[in-house]
């Protein structure tokens, strides 16, 4: 039987888009005719802080909130965000991270706290599947940074049984419409990345 | 017909349906979007917002009286501050059918506190609707209408953070008008004189006897019999973790938590092996049922701090012996994370003030709001924070006290000084307090997502408005020393608040720039930093702005020298103002050189 529950956790940085993100796939999987609940924290959390989403898709769903340890999908926007949250990944899940990097000023500040260089190779070290997107540098060359969200969105896209039309239609649907063709191109720049990707 | 709602934007859609003509609120996390939806996308609605909490509430209940189907709405801190109406309104009951939705907020995602707004339930004696999902915040929202006119009292609906913000699909239907109805006047339910109140507190009584009837039979207090020996009885957000848990057990669901349906909370102990108890934070259910003399056990292997979760009600769950194993993560956490705190904005107006609050070392008296985050380091310049509109009168009694040698300085924001600072300035001028008040004021309530206010000049649907002139408010008062200042000039803003704290009497300071994420924001030139001259002094890092980074290049003992992401950058300058070296520069000036 294909597997038919999805929980995906997304992580970044307050104004990356991960609220946006998590409602276009909400909306994607209920057009697929799947039960969702997404679950996020707003207020003093998103000024520059950590952003969480949770969505989970399935026949039905309970919890709001998915379970440490078992979340099929990381979509992280920000690379050491991505290591973070690496411990709520089931051993099989697949973690797609953008190779952004945000310095938060308390480390820039201070000599108490490093940000990891290396947290794509920390990510690979303690997750089997890692696809590694340069999300922030193709977000440059399409001309808007904050793209980084649709493209990790389109790389992800062929992990979940939910047609392309439907994912094409729902950023339609989301996306403001000055932004609508950008956002689809951005998406396809995500697929390529997705059909290229060795997973490591 | 099905959306994909939050539990906010369910809440809306119900009282919408339900034919509401009335909604008032001050807006607070997890509470704000309901009122944000109902102006939004259900403008038959009257929605406004009201300076706070406690003339939201008051605000209800004359449109209550007034025949309307009422909808008030707050944190769960809000219900604090309008817990004087509250607590008589429960006396006098309603006339349309009146709705405090009370958003708790489990595990202060963004709040001073967690409490557990069902006990006012209780304390009020007036009936409580809990939803665990967005089907039944709309659902509920509808009934707890019909609730409040058919038992004549206010009827609160209880949700968490985890209900109001989080989204599920939601059935709706169309907008039904509520009954018509008028003000009539009736002196000895309404006018809580001694003599008419005694009688009402009767009524009160009265009425909760025939509640304990009703909840026995409401279809919101559910039986889901699996043929297990384990019953659990839960509600809100802990039934659906504990469903997600132990799918196969049997369950006692509690959608109407107040009062409690003793007898059939009786029975389903009586039938089961093992009830557990699963709620978050007070044993609300459990102290009850207890209390009625009724074993079961709960708090004991859930915890009363923060939010549940799967994991907790799980790990719950396996103490009580009642399940095997938890599911616990394989691969390890990341170690020696950084923090990532929130912080201001690039080009937050309010960073002018913490920097000379820093520099000038002064005991800072804080308040709620964006600018709460003048505490984080490397600004660290907030000492402390309590509730709405507390700064001013804690400065107040740490100045009458000299509490600290290098003086006192109030910060608060421009909505929170109009929701109950005024009151605190009232003590300053009255009392002869030599306090110094920073009113930092970016025309908005911006933490939440700024929102208009009385001095902004706009309603919540969008008409214009009457305004509040902050500055001729505190001026009328009796405040002498009243100085507007520029909060992206730093020499002004220091040397002021040096001026002020030397002056006697009370001062207000009152800095004016609107908040970078409003829409008409002033987005001026990006500055940049000219590596040649920068030493990588570090005195732009601990502005704390995220627009400044650290370069690749370092000077000669390995320190960083600073970027600045243009794309972030407003242009407010405050970082050139503070650069010794003077290599923060506009980049055009750059390109020239």
């Known amino acids: ?200 | 017909m099905k959306e994909l709602l939050s539990g906010n934007e369910a809440i809306a859609r119900g009282a919408w349906e339900a034919g509401a003509r009335m909604a008032v609120a001050y807006p607070g996390t997890p509470s704000t979007e309901i009122l944000e939806t109902m102006a939004a996308r259900h403008r038959e609605v009257y929605s406004q917002w009201s300076p706070n909490e406690k003339v939201a509430y008051e605000v209800g209940i004359g449109a209550s009286l007034g025949g309307a189907r009422t909808l008030v709405c707050m944190k769960h801190v809000g219900v604090n501050v309008a817990a004087d109406p509250f607590m008589t309104h429960a006396y006098t009951g309603v006339n349309g059918g009146f709705v405090l939705v009370t958003a708790d907020d489990p595990e202060m995602h963004s709040s001073q506190n967690e409490q557990d707004n069902r006990l006012y339930a209780r304390f009020a004696n007036v009936p409580m609707l809990e939803p665990s999902d967005s089907q039944e915040a709309r659902d509920m929202t509808m009934a707890a209408f019909q609730i409040s006119e058919e038992f004549d009292t206010p009827v609160i609906v209880r949700v968490t953070t985890r209900i109001s913000h989080s989204k599920g699909v939601v059935g709706v239907g169309d907008r039904k008008p509520g009954p018509e109805k008028q003000f009539e006047k009736d002196p000895p339910k309404y006018v809580m004189v001694p003599n008419n109140a005694r009688q009402r507190h009767v009524v009160v009584r009265d009425r909760l006897a025939k509640l304990e009837k009703f909840t026995e039979m409401t279809q919101f207090n559910v039986l889901e019999e699996n043929g297990s020996k384990i019953g659990i009885i839960s509600g809100g957000v802990a039934y659906q973790y504990a469903k997600e848990v132990l799918p196969d057990a049997d369950y006692l669901k509690l959608g109407f938590s107040y009062p409690l349906p003793l007898d059939k909370i009786r029975k389903f102990v009586e039938s089961h092996d093992t009830v557990l108890v699963v709620e978050e934070l007070e044993p609300f259910y459990e102290d009850q049922i207890r209390a009625a003399g009724i074993m079961v056990e709960g708090k004991k292997y859930f915890g009363h701090l923060g939010e549940l979760s799967p994991y907790r009600v799980a790990d719950g769950m396996k103490a009580a012996g009642i399940v095997d194993t938890v599911a616990v993560s394989k691969i390890a956490p990341a170690e020696n994370m950084f923090p990532r705190p929130p912080v201001l904005c690039p080009g937050c107006p309010h960073r002018g003030a913490f920097m000379a609050l820093r520099k000038l070392k002064v005991a800072v008296t804080g308040d709620i709001g964006c600018y709460t985050l003048g505490f984080t380091k490397p600004l660290g310049a907030m000492d402390t924070c309590v509730c709405m509109g507390a700064s001013i009168g804690t400065a107040i009694g740490m100045e009458k006290v000299h509490g600290y040698a290098k003086g006192t300085v109030a910060v608060i924001g421009d909505s929170t000084f109009l929701h109950s600072g005024v009151t605190g300035l009232m003590d300053a001028v009255y009392n002869n307090s030599n306090v110094t008040v920073l009113i930092v004021d970016n025309s908005a309530t911006a933490m939440t997502g700024g929102q208009q206010h009385p001095a902004t000049g706009r309603t919540l649907m969008g008409d214009e408005a009457g305004k509040i002139d902050i500055g001729q408010l505190v001026q009328a008062m009796g405040v002498k020393n009243y100085r507007p200042v520029d909060p992206y000039d730093y020499d002004q803003v220091l040397n002021t608040i040096k001026e002020e704290m030397a002056n006697d009497g009370p001062s207000v300071i009152h800095t004016q720039r609107p908040c970078v994420l409003m829409p008409k924001r002033i987005m001026e030139e990006p500055y940049t930093v000219d590596l040649e001259k920068c030493t990588a002094c570090g005195a732009c890092f601990r502005i704390s702005c995220p627009a400044i980074m650290a370069a690749k290049e370092t000077n000669e003992r390995g320190h960083p020298k600073a970027i600045i992401d243009a794309s972030l950058c407003t242009g407010c300058t405050l970082c050139s103002q503070i650069c010794p070296e003077e290599a923060i520069i506009l980049k055009s000036q750059m390109v020239e050189a």
């Not at chain 1, 707003?42 to 026949?59: D, E, L, N």
């Not at chain 1, 990510?123 to 696809?131: C, E, H, M, P, S």
């Not at chain 1, 389109?154 to 994912?167: C, F, K, T, Y």
Request: zero cysteines; a negative charge.
């Open chain 1, 1 to 200: 039987m294909e597997k038919d529950h999805f929980d995906i956790l997304i992580v970044g940085v307050g104004g990356q888009g991960v609220l946006l993100a998590s409602e276009i796939i909400s909306e994607a999987a209920i057009a697929a005719g799947y039960d969702v609940k997404k679950s996020e924290v707003h207020g003093m959390s998103q000024r520059g802080g950590i952003v969480t989403s949770h969505v989970r898709v399935a026949p039905k769903v309970y919890s709001p909130t998915i379970q440490q340890g078992t979340a099929d999908i990381i979509l992280a926007f920000e690379q050491a965000e991505g290591l973070r949250a690496v411990n709520w990944m089931k051993p099989e899940g697949v973690a797609i991270v953008s190779t952004t990097a945000l310095i938060p000023a308390i480390v820039t500040s201070s000599k108490q706290f490093d940000y990891p260089e290396d947290a794509l190779d920390q990510l690979k070290a303690k997750a089997d599947n890692v696809i590694v997107a340069e999300a922030d540098r193709i977000a440059g060359e399409l001309g808007n940074p904050r793209l980084v969200n649709t493209i990790l969105l389109g790389v992800m896209s062929a992990l979940l049984p939910i047609d392309r039309e439907v994912w094409l239609d729902t950023i339609k649907k989301k996306v403001k419409e000055r932004f609508v063709e950008i956002n689809l191109r951005a998406f396809e720049r995500g697929e390529q990345i997705q059909r290229e990707s060795v997973v490591s």
